[in-house]
């Protein structure tokens, strides 16, 4: 029995089951990133720097 569950039998040690099964996070970060940048930043600054209805 493998000790992981994800991976295939027939993929255990070798180099392209390891790519492979590092490619989604590498993607999803690559997405994430920018659009963290876009959009969540701006918006947090935005609302730490906006006045008070007050002044």
């Known amino acids: 029995m493998d000790a992981s569950i994800d991976v295939p039998p027939s993929c255990q040690g070798t180099a392209t089951c390891h790519r492979l099964n590092s490619t989604a996070p590498m993607v999803g970060g690559m997405v994430t990133a920018p659009l963290l940048s876009m959009f969540v930043i701006p918006a947090a600054y935005w ?4 006045q008070p209805k007050g002044r």
């Open 47 to 50: 609302l730490m720097r906006r």
